[in-house]
């Protein structure tokens, strides 16, 4: 049986597009968990024929599943959408409800008005914690309802509902009634945490995707546990888009935004080859091997690409709902975790999606898919016809042995910069990624190797710890800078947040730089560090750093400004940020950059001065002899005035609300205004279109539009 499972070079579909029997796949207890180790016999690849399947043999079978995730993230939530797609393939209805910790109280609400048989619950590390909360309340009142006791305790109801559901394999009714609904929880946070969602109330916990696994907990074939999918297989099948704005549109103002967004988001693949060890996606590559241990066979490639007609079919989608709801799309990020690791997929799919679909793609590659000849050739074929709007490329470190030994990631430097020379001699905006406050600190204990496998000392025995971290961050600012990285391209950054589960978290909580407090780490922006030994000026070099470092990338020799700029100071307001700038024009070294883009290109400084007395009057002297010693700042930048229109609307719009614009108000308008411009969203705010529209080259707004 073992030798059903797929091997090295298989194609992982289905011959028979679906199974026709209801049954489990090979279940390998590996006590943590238990991996499903599904054979291409057992999975779906033709859900259109799954679906008329299910309805013959099973007529009465229309699982209703209420869907559940926080709100706080800006893109659409596609592991929803992929869950929603499997349960409208399985003639079922999909019910979605993003909430936050002040309204999660009316998933009581949801429950009562759609009376779902399954509850999905979709985690992010440090998102939790009131998800968790909630569910000890749900429990323990569904116990008190079927049991008519007064129960308190929450282990107590947990062992009682988790052995009715055991006992009815899924859903619990009392005749025709139904009084408890299972939850199944999976997502960014199982991919570690698994045992942990268990303990706190789930009876399905999926660690990884889910697609197989919950198809079959759905059809009342699992037993409640832990369940692993090890296989690489894409089978996702099409989004179900449309009910997720239906419901995310209805139910507050906050999550109409996924509608309304002119960016949407698809995978064009699944997995991922690399082993970044701050990332859980590293985790597949050992998860693929622990299941092949005992097989005897290579296993299949990690990396599978989606069915090429059920991507269109995404993107046609989306242009549909795009009329109900009178948005244009002018980007599709792509949140496949590399893209372009198969080009003959997207020589095939770029035809199609121009032809049907017409919206630019967003997409992440890596700096070895990028660089060399091989990179000139996949940055031709997606710059070909506009398909590509812009490139993420993630660095992370400017230092080869830290990205070495502590991020496992190998590429040279002179790799990082031939990539990003590459791109540059396309038309495609470049976005590249660096972490900020890396564990480079020589450990405070030492570390015990079970907890660990990383440190900062090579096989020769040399260690590359840092005395002062700013030095390593600042490596990355360099390498960047010594590229041709032009006006159009972003410099983003993030403060490193460890994630406990991941190796380098592991490395942090081991070397006493954090604690494993997983609803203390959350998986997005943060405006601190997630270590606890970065404090005071350090701490805040690094956060000033976060803030500014975009803008000193655009110079020869930003990495020297820099330098001047946090080892010159000691407070980092907005204020001490436009006196440096004001002070120091005669030390800039711009790039030559090779192309001008922006809705207002080639801007000067009489135009920026004469906008700033326009806008700002007497009562915002203040604000506006900051924006005057900004201005060049805004010269550097790209489209500078129009980013001086959205400051200035930023401005006026926390001073209604009665607060003050501060230097990470800048970063953030900083930061919106180059997606705009990589995602074909460059705007000139209303509040000053009478204002800047006479300045506006058309021809620039039609270049970015595709072709």
Not at 354 to 363: E, L, Q, W
Not at 690 to 697: E, H, M, S
Request: charged letters at 25%; a neutral charge; aromatic letters at 12%.
């Amino acid at each position: 049986m073992l030798n059903a499972l797929p091997k090295s070079k298989d194609i992982l579909e289905n011959p028979m597009g679906f199974p026709i029997s209801f049954e489990l796949p090979i279940i390998k207890d590996l006590t943590k968990y238990k991996n499903t180790l599904y054979a291409p016999a057992h999975v779906t690849t033709n859900w259109e024929g799954y679906k008329t399947h299910l309805a013959s043999v099973l007529p009465s079978f229309h699982p209703k599943v209420l869907l559940m995730a926080h709100d706080m993230s800006e893109i659409e939530n596609i592991t929803l959408m992929s869950l929603g797609g499997v349960i409208r393939e399985m003639n079922g209805v999909p019910y979605y409800l993003l909430v936050g910790p002040n309204n999660i109280h009316l998933t009581f609400e949801a429950i009562e008005k759609n009376q779902p048989e399954w509850l999905g619950i979709s985690l992010y590390t440090g998102l939790t914690k009131y998800v968790f909360e909630w569910i000890v309340k749900y429990k323990i009142d569904k116990a008190r309802s079927i049991t008519k006791k007064n129960i308190l305790d929450f282990k107590t109801a947990d062992k009682l509902l988790k052995g009715m559901v055991r006992e009815a394999k899924g859903p619990v009714f009392e005749g025709n009634k139904l009084v408890y609904a299972p939850i199944v929880i999976g997502g960014h946070y199982n991919n570690y945490n698994f045992k942990d969602s268990w303990d706190r109330g789930g009876e399905y916990i999926v660690r990884g995707k889910g697609i197989n696994i919950f198809r079959d907990i759905l059809l009342g074939l699992y037993d409640p546990g832990i369940y692993h999918d090890p296989m690489p297989y894409a089978n996702i099948p099409r989004m179900d888009r449309e009910n997720f704005y239906r419901d995310t549109f209805e139910f507050s103002d906050k999550t109409k935004k996924y509608a309304l967004s002119k960016i949407k988001s698809v995978l064009t693949a699944l997995g991922c080859s690399y082993s970044c060890t701050y990332c859980y996606v590293s985790s597949l590559i050992d998860n693929l091997r622990e299941a092949y241990s005992e097989v005897g066979v290579r296993p299949p490639s990690i990396i599978q690409d989606r069915l090429i007609e059920t991507v269109v079919q995404e993107g046609e989608e989306i242009l549909a709902l795009d009329k109900i709801y009178g948005v244009k799309t002018t980007a599709v990020f792509d949140q496949a975790d590399i893209s372009l690791n198969n080009m003959h997929w997207w020589e095939q799919l770029k035809n199609l999606w121009v032809d049907r679909v017409g919206i630019p793609f967003y997409i992440q590659a890596r700096p070895a898919m990028l660089a060399g000849k091989k990179g000139k050739q996949r940055i031709k074929l997606i710059s070909d016809k506009g398909l590509v709007a812009g490139i993420s490329m993630a660095i992370e470190s400017g230092d080869p042995k830290i990205r070495k030994l502590l991020l496992d990631r190998h590429e040279s430097n002179d790799t990082i910069l031939d990539a990003i020379n590459n791109v540059k001699g396309s038309s495609i905006p470049l976005r590249t990624q660096c972490i900020i406050g890396l564990p480079v600190l020589r450990p405070s204990k030492l570390l015990n190797p079970i907890q660990s496998k990383l440190s900062l000392i090579d096989k020769d025995g040399q260690e590359h710890y840092y005395d002062d971290p700013i030095q390593e961050s600042l490596s990355c600012l360099e390498l960047v800078c010594k590229s041709y990285f032009g006006k159009e391209d972003y410099y983003w950054n993030a403060l490193y947040s460890p994630f406990p589960g991941t190796p380098l978290g592991d490395y942090a909580v081991a070397a006493g730089f954090a604690d494993d407090d997983t609803d203390a780490h959350a998986y997005q922006f943060t405006t601190d560090s997630g270590l606890h030994c970065f404090t005071g000026i350090t701490l805040k070099r690094q956060i000033a750093f976060s803030q500014t470092s975009n803008f000193f990338a655009h110079f020869k020799n930003g990495k020297d400004l820099m330098v001047l700029f946090l080892y010159g100071n000691n407070n980092f307001q907005l204020i001490d940020f436009a006196e440096f700038v004001d002070s120091k024009p005669k030390l800039f070294k711009p790039k030559e950059t090779q192309k001008q883009y922006g809705i207002i290109p080639n801007i000067n400084r009489t135009l920026l001065l004469k906008f700033f007395e326009e806008v700002y009057n007497d009562e915002e002297i203040i604000f506006k002899s900051i924006n005057i010693k900004l201005i060049d700042y805004y010269l550097a930048l790209l489209d500078g005035l129009i980013l001086a229109a959205k400051i200035a609307d930023k401005y006026y719009e926390l001073k209604e609300q009665e607060k003050t614009f501060n230097l990470a108000n800048l970063y953030r308008v900083e930061r919106l205004h180059y997606y705009d411009n990589s995602y074909n969203m460059s705007y000139i705010p209303k509040r000053f279109e009478g204002i800047l529209k006479p300045f506006v080259d058309h021809s620039q707004v039609n270049a970015n539009k595709f072709s």
